[in-house]
């Protein structure tokens, strides 16, 4: 007896993506779907009864087919906004477009903005229908389009949507915080004060910082807007008082118009003496710049290496040691020593000051002892040619006077001091 109906198993063999087997059925036909396009698959079928044992039949010969490929656009086309460009607040704009349908997914989106202003970017390829522009221009209009694409082999592009615009919403709140205050205390020297905001923060930055110096005391100077947050200001006088306000604004001119704070604050006394080589880790002693040099045979010639101080009023003593004389305090950094002995050795030393009122000058290291010895005495005696200043002659009214003549010569002088002269 027929043991029908019979049954048939149709079998994808290529193992290509999408490909199924129908597993036993009693349809002759069969549907494969699901397939990738443009994609060979292969099928080979067998069939059996429905006895007991199932006999089976062999399998036919393998036969190949082809998919068509994918040549249709995603729908809709052209691309359309489910929700148009939206300002989410000052710097945002989000947008959502109508998802797409295409045999050959998943489907891909462009959003592109059109206008190039401060800010704007475009997506790129993305299979995310949600879309949001950051970092944009406060009160500012951008537009943008969309376009969607399939993952066929050969992409299928849809048109690109109509343009849709929207401007960022405006900026009117100064940065935060309101009141600007200082993050740290003043680091003040004796010259210099260093004063350090806190850092605002601000929807639209970057924010800039204004220090304004109030006191016009002197050396105080104001910085002009910069987005740097710290100041120093420098070439100040020691033992000053200075006060200073800070302001900040965002890229859309808000400022802190309530916001600025009086900052009292001191330059330390100057403690420093006068320093011959500025730029040296340690203040150095004062130092012969030229000499001691022999002048003359009377005087000897010196030169200080000129100082550096605050007060940018420095003076120079300079000591003879041999003698114990000195130059006294004088803002001169030369000095001549005068009215000296001819062939004679002498030393010196020099010291600087400046001129700090209270509690008093800063004295600095007298320097290394130095010497030099006055030329010899080489001339004789002016006038250059002896001379009588009363020619000889015989003495008058003295008794055998004709056996005597006087006469007297012209008082030699030595400029030099090496006298009597003879």
């Given at each position: 007896?027929?043991?029908?109906?019979?049954?048939?198993?149709?079998?994808?063999?290529?193992?290509?993506?999408?490909?199924?087997?129908?597993?036993?059925?009693?349809?002759?036909?069969?549907?494969?779907?699901?397939?990738?396009?443009?994609?060979?698959?292969?099928?080979?079928?067998?069939?059996?009864?429905?006895?007991?044992?199932?006999?089976?039949?062999?399998?036919?010969?393998?036969?190949?087919?082809?998919?068509?490929?994918?040549?249709?656009?995603?729908?809709?086309?052209?691309?359309?906004?489910?929700?148009?460009?939206?300002?989410?607040?000052?710097?945002?704009?989000?947008?959502?477009?109508?998802?797409?349908?295409?045999?050959?997914?998943?489907?891909?989106?462009?959003?592109?903005?059109?206008?190039?202003?401060?800010?704007?970017?475009?997506?790129?390829?993305?299979?995310?229908?949600?879309?949001?522009?950051?970092?944009?221009?406060?009160?500012?209009?951008?537009?943008?389009?969309?376009?969607?694409?399939?993952?066929?082999?050969?992409?299928?592009?849809?048109?690109?949507?109509?343009?849709?615009?929207?401007?960022?919403?405006?900026?009117?709140?100064?940065?935060?915080?309101?009141?600007?205050?200082?993050?740290?205390?003043?680091?003040?020297?004796?010259?210099?004060?260093?004063?350090?905001?806190?850092?605002?923060?601000?929807?639209?930055?970057?924010?800039?910082?204004?220090?304004?110096?109030?006191?016009?005391?002197?050396?105080?100077?104001?910085?002009?807007?910069?987005?740097?947050?710290?100041?120093?200001?420098?070439?100040?006088?020691?033992?000053?008082?200075?006060?200073?306000?800070?302001?900040?604004?965002?890229?859309?001119?808000?400022?802190?118009?309530?916001?600025?704070?009086?900052?009292?604050?001191?330059?330390?006394?100057?403690?420093?003496?006068?320093?011959?080589?500025?730029?040296?880790?340690?203040?150095?002693?004062?130092?012969?710049?030229?000499?001691?040099?022999?002048?003359?045979?009377?005087?000897?010639?010196?030169?200080a290496v000129i100082g550096s101080d605050l007060t940018e009023d420095v003076h120079y003593r300079f000591v003879n040691t041999t003698l114990g004389h000195n130059s006294g305090w004088d803002r001169s950094n030369r000095y001549t020593d005068t009215g000296l002995s001819p062939d004679t050795e002498y030393c010196y030393t020099v010291q600087m000051r400046d001129a700090v009122?209270?509690?008093?000058?800063?004295?600095?290291?007298?320097?290394?002892?130095?010497?030099?010895?006055?030329?010899?005495?080489?001339?004789?005696?002016?006038?250059?040619?002896?001379?009588?200043?009363?020619?000889?002659?015989?003495?008058?009214?003295?008794?055998?006077?004709?056996?005597?003549?006087?006469?007297?010569?012209?008082?030699?002088?030595?400029?030099?001091?090496?006298?009597?002269?003879?």
């Open positions: 007896a027929l043991s029908g109906p019979v049954e048939y198993f149709f079998d994808e063999t290529s193992g290509n993506p999408g490909g199924t087997d129908s597993g036993w059925q009693t349809d002759p036909n069969y549907t494969d779907d699901g397939l990738s396009q443009n994609t060979l698959y292969t099928y080979k079928v067998q069939m059996r009864d429905r006895s007991d044992d199932r006999n089976k039949t062999g399998f036919s010969a393998e036969v190949s087919a082809t998919t068509d490929p994918d040549i249709s656009v995603p729908m809709p086309n052209p691309a359309t906004f489910a929700s148009g460009p939206s300002a989410d607040n000052e710097t945002e704009i989000s947008m959502t477009a109508t998802t797409g349908t295409d045999i050959s997914g998943p489907i891909e989106y462009l959003f592109t903005e059109t206008t190039g202003n401060p800010g704007a970017t475009s997506s790129g390829w993305r299979t995310d229908s949600y879309y949001e522009d950051i970092g944009l221009s406060q009160n500012t209009e951008y537009t943008y389009t969309v376009q969607m694409r399939d993952n066929a082999d050969d992409r299928n592009y849809t048109a690109v949507s109509n343009p849709a615009s929207v401007f960022t919403d405006r900026d009117v709140d100064p940065p935060d915080p309101n009141l600007p205050t200082l993050r740290s205390a003043p680091l003040a020297t004796d010259s210099s004060i260093r004063l350090e905001a806190t850092i605002g923060t601000d929807i639209t930055g970057p924010v800039e910082y204004l220090f304004t110096e109030t006191s016009g005391n002197p050396g105080a100077s104001s910085r002009d807007w910069s987005i740097d947050p710290n100041y120093t200001d420098t070439g100040l006088t020691p033992d000053t008082e200075y006060i200073y306000t800070i302001q900040m604004r965002d890229s859309a001119d808000n400022r802190n118009y309530t916001g600025t704070k009086a900052i009292l604050t001191r330059t330390k006394p100057d403690r420093t003496a006068p320093d011959p080589y500025p730029g040296t880790p340690e203040i150095e002693p004062a130092a012969f710049a030229t000499g001691p040099d022999p002048e003359s045979a009377t005087s000897i010639i010196m030169e009122v209270s509690p008093g000058p800063n004295v600095g290291t007298v320097s290394v002892q130095a010497c030099a010895t006055t030329d010899s005495d080489e001339d004789p005696p002016e006038p250059l040619k002896a001379a009588f200043d009363v020619p000889p002659a015989p003495v008058p009214g003295l008794h055998n006077s004709d056996s005597k003549i006087t006469m007297t010569a012209t008082i030699g002088n030595d400029v030099l001091g090496n006298g009597p002269v003879e």
